[in-house]
């Protein structure tokens, strides 16, 4: 599943990691990538949804020099059928990003904001109070120290 | 992106072996995380400190290891849930053999208590999570997929919901109450399930009455052959018999009104079998019969004997609390929520069921007691104006004949204190 990494954060990533001509360049290169998302995800669903979409294409595409077989398959299974030209045209531009950064830098980036999602875990039923209260005997009237007396039918000898 | 239920999402993820991107189903078994959950044992019956010491490190081991699951993702909780045994035994045990407070004393040491709480914390959030198909609006279950799942894996069958209703219905009623709606809900082969369950509970009765030489069945009514062993009945069995009887009684009757407490829903289920009846007929035979045989032993050991007859007075109770509770979900509410056109059905079921228990005058007087017939017969009279008042009259004639040459008493009795010591 993807992680909680954001678009914002990699273009943050992007503007506190390059000067500004290299930032320009790579400027276009994430347009392309956004513009592709929403080729692939369809405007329909917001910008939200097209962020998060080419968020997906840049993590898959930014160890790929092309697009491949397993790629295809994994964008396909997201987002059904989607036109081949994007998919090409944003592995490219996140190959000429990747460019400019070390392996571990990139690494860096995905699982740190990984790791941040982790630990921002939500506890499951955290605010719920669980009662520790359990079923119990109910009271009773004590043990009848002298047999049933009371409570036995008086029989009649009156035939 | 669009949010798909974890039935259907995949995942996108570099194999480990190849390094080649791979898409997996999220419902996966290499999903999993390594982990072996260890099972529960109950607190020493002593306070013996190894013991203790061995109690606590098992379960705080398995209290974290609960935690753990429960901070996991929506995805990952499902992995570990469908596909680690080890966590599913481990529950198991807790349910089995976590300490019902009505069975054992809970005289444990502050510790003891302590890793109990947060274990019995983590246990119910554990089951609470297991039955909640939609977590949030992005982490969700396709309902009947869900229903599937729970189902073909075992996660929950009617033993597990019976002794979750007797290890936290008390405090937790309403939340089990939507937990257990749901998977009935999501999953209908519970119900069959159910209705499966209902003759073994009726063979429980017939056990018990087996043990007790109290057999109804036709066999009963034949002469006892020459050879044949001796029939012990409670008055003459051994006292650790009766009392094994005793608490299989309490318990019994306990986990089946903790369970319609929570889930009255099931009461049809229970009603197919002539459920009301067999109870009357049950309670009937046992009741007197075991109230006796501790009456007698008065010789014996006397605070195993007032134990007895606490937990005997208490099984009596629940047991009138079910059958209320049958009748009250069967034919009152329905009559109370109905138009006119349906209540006479449920009118009639009710005239049944009475007219079924007149015979059994023991339980008759002590339904009464707690909760009176006049007040039900009226109810049905403000129903409907075409009531037939024959019948009704011939079930309050029969209750009032039930309490003839026995003295009313002013309080309920098994609702009542128990007098200053």
């Known amino acids: 599943m993807s992680s909680e990494l954001t678009w914002k954060k990699i273009v943050k990533f992007v503007e506190d990691s390059l000067n500004k001509k290299e930032q320009q360049s790579v400027n276009e290169d994430l347009r392309t990538i956004l513009q592709a998302a929403k080729q692939i995800v369809g405007t329909e669903n917001g910008q939200e949804a097209i962020e998060s979409g080419a968020v997906f294409l840049f993590k898959i595409f930014h160890t790929k020099e092309c697009v491949g077989h397993d790629e295809t398959k994994a964008i396909k299974q997201v987002f059904g059928p989607f036109p081949s030209s994007s998919a090409t045209a944003a592995c490219n531009a996140t190959c000429r990003i990747a460019s400019f950064f070390t392996e571990e830098q990139l690494t860096t980036l995905i699982q740190k904001t990984e790791r941040q999602n982790d630990d921002k875990r939500v506890f499951f039923g955290k605010n719920i109070v669980v009662s520790f209260d359990m079923h119990d005997l109910d009271h009773s009237e004590d043990l009848p120290i002298n047999g049933e007396a009371k409570t036995q039918k008086t029989i009649s000898l009156d035939y | ?421």
Not at chain 2, 35 to 42: A, D, E, I, Q, T
Not at chain 2, 153 to 170: A, E, H, Q, R, Y
Request: overall charge negative; aromatic content about 10%.
């Open chain 2, 1 to 421: 992106m669009p949010v798909l239920p974890l039935d259907e999402l995949q995942l996108t993820e570099t194999d480990p072996k190849t390094g080649k991107l791979r898409t997996i189903p999220a419902l996966h078994p290499e999903m999993k995380a390594d982990r072996s959950f260890v099972l529960y044992k109950p607190p020493p019956k002593v306070r013996e400190p190894a013991l203790v010491e061995e109690f606590l490190e098992r379960a705080k081991f398995i209290a974290d290891d609960l935690n753990w699951l429960l901070a996991l993702p929506h995805d990952k909780f499902w992995c570990q849930v469908l596909f680690d045994e080890t966590l599913q035994k481990c529950l198991d045990s807790y349910l089995c053999h976590a300490p019902r407070k009505f069975d054992a004393s809970l005289d444990f040491p502050p510790e003891v208590n302590d890793v109990q709480k947060c274990l019995h914390r983590s246990v119910f959030l554990t089951f609470l999570r297991m039955s909640t198909h939609k977590e949030s609006k992005e982490h969700f279950i396709t309902p009947a997929v869900f229903g599937e799942i729970l189902y073909n894996n075992f996660l929950f069958d009617i033993p597990k919901i019976l002794d979750l209703c007797v290890l936290f219905g008390k405090g937790n009623g309403s939340l089990l109450q939507k937990m257990i709606e749901n998977i009935f809900t999501q999953q209908s082969s519970y119900f069959s399930d159910l209705n499966e369950t209902v003759p073994t509970i009726l063979q429980v009765f017939n056990n018990i009455l087996q043990e007790c030489g109290l057999q109804c069945d036709g066999a009963s009514a034949t002469p006892q052959k020459l050879e044949e062993r001796v029939r012990v009945t409670p008055r003459d069995m051994p006292l650790q018999a009766l009392k094994d009887i005793v608490l299989y009684f309490c318990d019994t009757w306990t986990t089946l009104w903790a369970f319609l407490d929570v889930f009255p829903l099931a009461c049809q289920t229970f009603q197919k079998h002539d459920f009301c009846y067999r109870l009357a007929s049950f309670y009937e035979l046992t009741i007197p019969e075991l109230e006796s045989a501790i009456k007698k032993r008065a010789s014996e050991d006397n605070s195993l004997l007032a134990d007895l007859w606490r937990r005997l007075s208490h099984s009596r109770k629940k047991m009138v609390e079910v059958f209320h509770i049958l009748i009250n979900q069967i034919c009152l509410q329905p009559i109370l929520e109905s138009s006119c056109e349906n209540i006479q059905l449920f009118i009639e079921e009710f005239l049944q069921i009475f007219t079924s228990v007149l015979q059994e005058r023991r339980f008759l007087r002590d339904y009464d007691e707690l909760f009176p017939v006049t007040d039900d017969v009226s109810l049905l009279q403000q129903a409907s104006s075409t009531l037939d008042d024959t019948r009704t009259a011939y079930i309050i004639q029969a209750v009032e004949s039930a309490w003839e040459g026995v003295e009313r008493r002013k309080t309920p009795v098994v609702g009542s204190l128990p007098p200053p010591m």
